[in-house]
């Protein structure tokens, strides 16, 4: 079984900055796209941004410039940097890998952390 575990929510200041980090664990040949999804209350799930094993990256228009996505492959790991924090940002986020595990390589199925609360407020 592979499992993601976020870590690095909390409160923050608005204008202030939060990294969140994502490592997946278990049994796994290889890792296709990264990415981090959130949930506002009363919305739906919307994507926040997606890196590929190549290195692309994609943002939603409404984060663009403040946050930052990255992965260390070494690590099975995501990272969100997230500067510039408004209010509106406040949402659980969650970790999204397309994960491959033995015997296959390039056969992935897609998987979610259990999400983290980030709230911004003063």
């Known amino acids: 079984q592979v499992q993601l575990v976020e870590s690095g929510g909390g409160l923050v200041q608005p204008g202030g900055s939060q990294t969140l980090s994502c490592v997946a664990s278990?049994?796994?040949?290889?890792?296709?796209?990264m990415g981090w999804y959130r949930r506002a209350p009363g919305n739906e799930r919307e994507l926040v941004a997606t890196i590929t094993s190549g290195g692309r990256t994609n943002y939603a228009d409404s984060v663009k410039g403040r946050f930052t996505i990255s992965r260390d492959n070494a690590k099975n790991t995501v990272y969100l940097q997230m500067n510039s924090l408004k209010p509106e940002d406040t949402a659980v986020y969650y970790c999204n890998m397309g994960v491959s595990t033995p015997p296959f390589k390039f056969r992935y199925l897609q998987v979610w952390g259990q999400g983290t609360l980030v709230t911004v407020s003063s």
């Open positions: 278990g049994s796994i040949s290889s890792i296709d796209t």
